[in-house]
């Protein structure tokens, strides 16, 4: 049964999402350093949407006080950041157990299948040094991966906790596990080419099927807390966030079939040339 904080039209968004044709793009290691250059910013802008709603239930201060929100809630939100910024990683060298920030664990896949995390390091110094609207700006970054981050951070510009927890609940945790089981049975690349990745997906699906979907859900119920704007204010945020991933994929899509294309043309013989 549909959440009744979720748009009517979210179901065929998700669908849209589940069945997209991207996945079945990502057919060599080629492609698949090229779809991560894309989608590690949306791994990164994830976290922004996730520390907003924390600051919002369990807020730092010092000295310390205590807030409204609800124990499991509260315990909840704390628990997420935790698996996010410290999950079970991959075990190392010895065979002992390690923990690693999602982030940090998509960047070691990204180098681990050879792409290029150097335009993503000078985006993140911008950041630091300038902030993220300017980064955003001025940084050599994929255009997809740019659009989709200023839908993002256009949540989070709104101050309303309920818009962000919409698009952190809907837009992101309700779609990963579907989106990253379409990606896992259509991926040309097998497992023991990026295991790093592979680990990455599957974690998401656990996580986010257990708990952290479901979880999320019932934390945007408790900060709408019944209020029919903050209710109708949620479901178009929602839906923005349905169809910002949507239009990503949509981007990335045409990038992947530009450079296999271009792969193509280079691998066939000049004109007038001639076979072996």
Known sequence: MAN??????????????DRHPIYAEV???????????????????????VKYVQGHI?????????????????????AMVLAEESDEGLPDATGQPTAVAHFDLYCHAMR????????????????RTDGVRSA??????????R?????????????????????????????????????LR????????????????????????????PMTMRLLEEVCAGDAQKVLESEQAAHRALEARIHFWDEVR????AHGWSVTVASQPRSGAVSA
């Open 254 to 257: 045409a990038v992947l079939r």
């Open 58 to 78: 369990a807020p730092v201060s010092v000295p310390w006080m205590p807030t409204v929100h609800p124990s499991m809630l509260r315990q909840f939100i704390n």
């Open 4 to 17: 009744p904080i979720e748009p009517r039209t979210s179901g065929t968004l998700r669908e849209q999402l």
């Open 186 to 213: 259509d991926l040309g690349v097998v497992e023991a080419q990026a295991p790093a990745f592979y680990h990455y997906l599957k974690r998401h699906i656990h996580l986010d099927d257990d708990t952290h979907g």
């Open 136 to 145: 955003l700006g001025a940084a050599a970054i994929p255009g997809p991966a």
């Open 27 to 49: 057919r060599d290691l080629g492609d698949l350093r090229l779809f991560m250059a894309h989608h590690v910013y949306a791994v990164w802008d994830f976290m922004s949407l």
């Open 147 to 183: 659009r989709f981050m200023a839908t993002t951070f256009g949540f989070i510009d709104t101050g309303k906790a309920h818009v962000v927890a919409a698009a952190l609940a809907v837009g992101r945790e309700q779609v990963i596990p579907g989106m990253f089981r379409a990606l």
């Open 112 to 127: 681990e299948v050879g792409a290029d995390t150097g335009v993503l390091m000078r985006f993140l110094e911008q950041v």
